[in-house]
């Protein structure tokens, strides 16, 4: 079965500056798609940006990008010039192309200091 | 932009009582997907509907909870005999490809 593994339960950055989430999976797969979901208090699971395993390039959305090292199974999410907005919950989590379901992390809490 | 819908936004319900939770996953999607959500955790799969039959379902998807869909447009999760332990944030998801689409949630308080 596969697991996702977020190793830091929080983290803090300050406002303008960048910050990295780590996160670790693992699959005996080769092909399937990696995300990061942001939840605010909201509790709304917002798609943040997503990665296909086959793709060597990283994903990119604007100030979000990840760092996905697929034979060490990593896939980091970098976050710039962070805004008071991007403090939640994200979530990283895993999905094989055979299988529907997406396998989730513990989650990292994000805190914006102004 | 299309998305998933889902009511009520919170269910407060008695020990014991059924519930039915509701879905509208967006109209081309083929995937229908429940998970759930105990505060402070981890998001957890439920189960998985494609072709109007379950496709894969967890350990916690027991004989208490069953999904329908039963009019090409809902998508629902029905709790039979709600525990204390149920109490959750229920999260409905489609998808046609690629990622999953995630509703905003139900939030079920049991009593």
């Given at each position: 079965a596969q697991?996702?593994?977020?190793?830091?339960?929080?983290?803090?950055?300050?406002?303008?500056?960048?910050?990295?989430l780590s996160c670790t999976y693992d699959t005996s797969e080769s092909d399937y798609y990696l995300f990061w979901y942001k939840q605010p208090p909201s509790r709304q699971m917002i798609l943040v940006i997503r990665q296909e395993a086959y793709k060597q390039q990283n994903?990119?959305?604007?100030?979000?990008?990840?760092?996905?090292?697929?034979?060490?199974?990593?896939?980091?999410?970098?976050?710039?010039?962070?805004?008071?907005?991007d403090a939640a919950m994200y979530f990283c989590a895993y999905r094989s192309t055979n299988a529907g379901k997406s396998t989730f992390g513990d989650g990292t809490t994000l805190?914006?200091?102004p | 932009e299309p998305e998933v819908t889902q009511t009520p936004s919170h269910q407060v319900t008695q020990m014991g009582q059924e519930v039915i939770l509701r879905c509208v996953?967006?109209?081309?999607?083929?995937?229908?997907?429940?998970?759930?959500?105990?505060?402070?955790?981890?998001?957890?799969?439920?189960?998985?509907?494609?072709?109007?039959?379950i496709s894969e379902k967890s350990e916690i998807f027991d004989d208490q909870f069953s999904v329908e869909r039963p009019d090409?447009?809902?998508?629902?999760?029905?709790?039979?005999?709600?525990?204390?332990?149920?109490?959750?944030m229920y999260f409905c998801a489609s998808r046609l490809s690629g990622e999953q689409f995630f509703g905003p949630g139900t939030r079920l308080t049991v009593l």
């Open positions: 697991t996702v593994t977020q190793s830091q339960p929080e983290m803090s950055v300050q406002e303008a500056e960048t910050v990295t994903a990119t959305e604007n100030r979000f990008s990840v760092n996905f090292q697929k034979a060490a199974k990593s896939f980091s999410l970098k976050i710039s010039d962070s805004q008071l907005g805190t914006v200091k | 996953p967006i109209s081309n999607h083929l995937y229908f997907y429940w998970y759930r959500q105990i505060l402070g955790q981890k998001v957890e799969f439920l189960v998985s509907f494609y072709n109007n039959e090409g447009s809902n998508f629902t999760l029905k709790i039979r005999s709600t525990k204390l332990e149920d109490s959750a």
